[in-house]
């Protein structure tokens, strides 16, 4: 007999049935409780509702597990690239050769933006943060490229999805260098995904741009881990924006937008300012761990906790080994990595951290992979939002394709005032 949950309530009791998940997840589905009891649940940040069914993502915080669509996300890291991922994210399956020289292609063939796109870039204050210069841009595509049409033809999805994947790549680089006043570099239909996002950042006509091929696998494994996340602020952001059925660009942008925000995507830029603090300081880590545990100072270590895992981000655990091996092979020492490691190891035995389930995030180490690569900080943000792509990209569709599909809408529990008559002005 299928599980129900019973809730008692003023003398009466509601029976409502209990909604199981391909990993054993329970939830109890309560979408007749206010029609039945005329009572709604309260759960501000919404850390005990599922806002969806997704056949995704599946995270274990207490275990530390990430997959995409089943893989673990150890695997992809391992033996994946970031297209191939993302093809897996998109389309559910991992590609066959001929699927992935096909999506390979059409992401080459949508790699140019258009050419008045440039005249933005120009115009926008240089002290812009590119994350507002991206969130905006996205938006912008729809003025350029059509949207999706309601007959939603395979090929024309296709189009869609990879002309953002690899539109907002481009557009990253092409702002990078128009920042610095220099000449755009052009995608090269030769190159891959990676390198060439490399070549668009980093070449230049006196001098020529080597691509190392341990950066394109640094950065490969940067996006894959960064890939998808289930139903976070940004995600949510995309399909929350999205089941208004906006355009897919002004959804995507409005994930952007959630994710540079500094208690989420903008962490790994606020970890390397962090750490470069501490350097500057004299490495006085001790001093930012105390003042991470009192109450009364807003400071959080940047890259610790999250949400969903209450042990190591998985993710955090490659970011690391990856950090080494970059510097390991480079003979070149960033005191940064040093002092994050001090970092961790005297938080992870602090008792406050580990009474909180405080562990590394993604974050805590990704910023000194990104400073190995050359990435800029302040483009830090710009780097998870392009290897997020294929996660916002597949959680829109995945609604965009529910026949349940209802406009997010949650309730409220009304505490202002009760009903009063309005005062004229000369009576108040
Ligand atoms: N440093 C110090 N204390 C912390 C930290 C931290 N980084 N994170 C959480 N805590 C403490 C809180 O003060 C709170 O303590 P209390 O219960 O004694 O009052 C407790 O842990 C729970 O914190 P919440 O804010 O309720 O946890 P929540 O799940 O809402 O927040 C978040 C998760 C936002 C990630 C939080 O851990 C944080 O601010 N971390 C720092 C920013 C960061 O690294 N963000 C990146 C997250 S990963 C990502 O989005 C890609």
């Given at each position: 007999m299928a599980e129900t949950?019973?809730?008692?309530?003023?003398?009466?009791?509601?029976?409502?049935?209990?909604?199981?998940?391909?990993?054993?997840?329970?939830?109890?589905?309560?979408?007749?409780?206010?029609?039945?009891?005329?009572?709604?649940?309260?759960?501000?940040?919404?850390?005990?509702?599922?806002?969806?069914k997704s056949n995704i993502t599946f995270m274990d915080g207490e275990r530390g597990i990430l997959r995409y669509r089943g893989v673990p996300v150890?695997?992809?890291?391992?033996?994946?690239?970031?297209?191939?991922?993302?093809?897996?994210?998109?389309?559910?399956?991992?590609?066959?050769?001929?699927q992935l020289l096909n999506f390979s292609t059409l992401l080459t063939e949508q790699s140019l933006v258009h050419e008045d796109m440039q005249l933005f870039f120009q115009n926008y204050p240089p002290r812009s943060h590119p994350m507002q210069i991206l969130s905006s841009m996205v938006s912008t595509l729809r003025s350029f490229y059509p949207d999706l049409k309601t007959s939603k033809e395979d090929e024309e999805i296709n189009i869609t999805l990879t002309r953002i994947i690899s539109k907002v790549r481009t557009m990253a680089a092409m702002s990078y260098k128009i920042s610095r006043g220099h000449k755009v570099v052009?995608?090269?239909?030769?190159?891959?995904?990676?390198?060439?996002?490399?070549?668009?950042?980093?070449?230049?006509?006196?001098?020529?741009?080597?691509?190392?091929?341990?950066?394109?696998?640094?950065?490969?494994?940067?996006?894959?881990?960064?890939?998808?996340?289930?139903?976070?602020c940004s995600t949510s952001a995309v399909r929350m924006v999205g089941s208004g059925r906006v355009t897919i660009y002004a959804a995507i942008s409005a994930g952007i937008a959630a994710l540079w925000g500094p208690l989420h995507g903008g962490a790994n830029q606020a970890v390397i300012e962090m750490l470069e603090k501490i350097h500057a300081g004299g490495g006085?880590?001790?001093?930012?761990?105390?003042?991470?545990?009192?109450?009364?100072?807003?400071?959080?270590?940047?890259?610790?906790?999250?949400?969903?895992?209450?042990?190591?981000?998985?993710?955090?655990?490659?970011?690391?080994?990856?950090?080494?091996?970059?510097?390991e092979k480079r003979s070149e020492?960033?005191?940064?990595?040093?002092?994050?490691?001090?970092?961790?190891?005297?938080?992870?035995?602090d008792p406050y951290f580990v009474d909180h389930n405080?562990?590394?995030?993604?974050?805590?180490?990704?910023?000194?992979?990104?400073?190995?690569?050359?990435?800029?900080?302040?483009?830090?943000?710009?780097?998870?939002?392009?290897?997020?792509?294929?996660?916002?990209?597949?959680?829109?569709?995945?609604?965009?394709?529910?026949?349940?599909?209802?406009?997010?809408?949650?309730?409220?529990?009304?505490?202002?005032?009760?009903q009063r008559d309005y005062v004229p002005i000369n009576q108040r």
């Open positions: 949950v019973k809730i008692h309530y003023e003398g009466k009791v509601v029976e409502l049935p209990v909604i199981l998940g391909s990993e054993g997840e329970k939830g109890i589905d309560i979408r007749e409780l206010r029609k039945l009891t005329g009572y709604i649940t309260f759960d501000p940040g919404l850390a005990n509702s599922g806002s969806c150890e695997q992809l890291a391992e033996q994946s690239t970031f297209v191939e991922t993302a093809y897996l994210l998109i389309n559910g399956e991992l590609p066959k050769r001929e052009y995608p090269k239909p030769e190159l891959c995904y990676c390198s060439n996002f490399l070549r668009m950042m980093f070449d230049n006509p006196v001098k020529p741009y080597f691509i190392d091929p341990d950066l394109v696998k640094a950065l490969n494994v940067f996006w894959i881990l960064h890939a998808d996340h289930e139903q976070n006085k880590i001790k001093s930012f761990i105390d003042r991470a545990k009192d109450k009364n100072d807003p400071f959080r270590l940047m890259g610790f906790g999250h949400r969903v895992y209450k042990t190591y981000d998985p993710r955090a655990r490659i970011m690391k080994k990856m950090c080494h091996k970059l510097l020492k960033d005191p940064m990595l040093d002092i994050a490691m001090e970092l961790e190891a005297l938080a992870l035995e405080l562990y590394p995030n993604v974050d805590f180490y990704s910023g000194i992979v990104l400073r190995t690569i050359g990435i800029p900080t302040n483009m830090f943000t710009v780097m998870f939002a392009i290897g997020r792509m294929p996660g916002w990209i597949s959680q829109w569709k995945e609604d965009a394709d529910d026949p349940n599909w209802r406009i997010y809408r949650p309730r409220q529990i009304y505490t202002g005032s009760r």
